[in-house]
T-cell receptor, first 118, second 111 residues
Framework: GAVVSQHPSRVICKSGTSVKIECRSL??????MFWYRQFPKQSLMLMAT?????????EQGVEKDKFLINHASLTLSTLTVTSAHPEDSSFYIC??????????????FGNGTRLTVT | AQTVTQSQPEMSVQEAETVTLSCTYD???????LFWYKQPPSRQMILVIR??????QNATENRFSVNFQKAAKSFSLKISDSQLGDAAMYFC????????FGAGTRLTVKP
C-alpha cells in the first residue's frame, strides 16, 4: 500500500527558532499534500493544501509567513514553522494524495510530528 | 465551506456488541467522498471505510458498515461485534477538493 513518511516524529525546540518537518511519499507521486494541525483531544484542522510546483493554499487564519510550505517535488513537501513560540506546540500531520488531486483519490497519512516549543 | 459534525464526543460499547457513531455534513456538492478514520493513541490515522456519494449502496468492510443517507447528509458508522482493539478516536471526514474532519468520537470498549 501507499506509504507516507513524516520526519521527525518528535521535536523540541527553543522559542524563536525554526523547525522543518518533512513529508515524503515513498512509493507514489503526490501531486497534492495536505498539512493538518491537531491539538490534544481535538480534531485535525486543515492548515494548508500544498500543490507540487505552485504556492500552497492556506486556510483562513493560518499565517503563511509563519508556516512555510514547500512542495518542490512530487514526493516531498516540507512545513517550516518559523520563529516558533510555545503556542505553536502541537501535533502536525501530513497527508498525500496519489496522482491527481481529484477527490476520489485516497489520502495517505504520515505518522505525525509532535512539536514542543520551550 | 463544508462542515462535518459529530455530535457524540464519547461512546461506550460492550465487547461483542454493536455500536453506531453518527456523522452529519453540509455541502452543496453532489459528488464527493465520505470517510471514517480511526486514530488510536499512537495518533496514526487509519482508514476504516469510505463511501462514494454517487453510490447508493452502503459501504461495508468486515465488521464495519455505514448508513449513508445522501438527502439527509448523514453518514453513520456501525461497528458490529466490537473488539477491544476498536477502542480509539473515530473521525468522520468529507473529501472534495480537500479533506475536512469532524470533531471526533472517542469510543471505549468494555470487556
Amino acid at each position: 500500500g501507499a506509504v507516507v513518511s513524516q520526519h521527525p516524529s518528535r521535536v523540541i525546540c527553543k522559542s524563536g527558532t525554526s523547525v522543518k518537518i518533512e513529508c515524503r511519499s515513498l512509493d507514489f507521486q503526490a501531486t497534492t499534500m495536505f498539512w493538518y494541525r491537531q491539538f490534544p483531544k481535538q480534531s485535525l484542522m486543515l492548515m494548508a493544501t500544498s500543490n507540487e510546483g505552485s504556492k500552497a493554499t492556506y486556510e483562513q487564519g493560518v499565517e503563511k509567513d509563519k508556516f512555510l510550505i514547500n512542495h518542490a517535488s512530487l514526493t516531498l513537501s516540507t512545513l517550516t514553522v518559523t520563529s516558533a513560540h510555545p503556542e505553536d506546540s502541537s501535533f502536525y500531520i501530513c497527508s498525500a494524495s496519489r496522482g491527481s488531486s481529484s477527490y476520489n483519490s485516497p489520502l495517505h497519512f504520515g505518522n505525525g510530528t509532535r512539536l514542543t516549543v520551550t | 465551506a463544508q462542515t462535518v459534525t459529530q455530535s457524540q464526543p464519547e461512546m461506550s460499547v460492550q465487547e461483542a456488541e454493536t455500536v453506531t457513531l453518527s456523522c452529519t455534513y453540509d455541502t452543496s456538492e453532489s459528488d464527493y467522498y465520505l470517510f471514517w478514520y480511526k486514530q488510536p493513541p499512537s495518533r496514526q490515522m487509519i482508514l476504516v471505510i469510505r463511501q462514494e456519494a454517487y453510490k447508493q449502496q452502503n459501504a461495508t468492510e468486515n465488521r464495519f458498515s455505514v448508513n449513508f443517507q445522501k438527502a439527509a447528509k448523514s453518514f453513520s458508522l456501525k461497528i458490529s461485534d466490537s473488539q477491544l482493539g476498536d477502542a480509539a478516536m473515530y473521525f468522520c471526514a468529507y473529501r472534495r477538493d480537500d479533506m475536512r474532519f469532524g470533531a471526533g468520537t472517542r469510543l471505549t470498549v468494555k470487556p
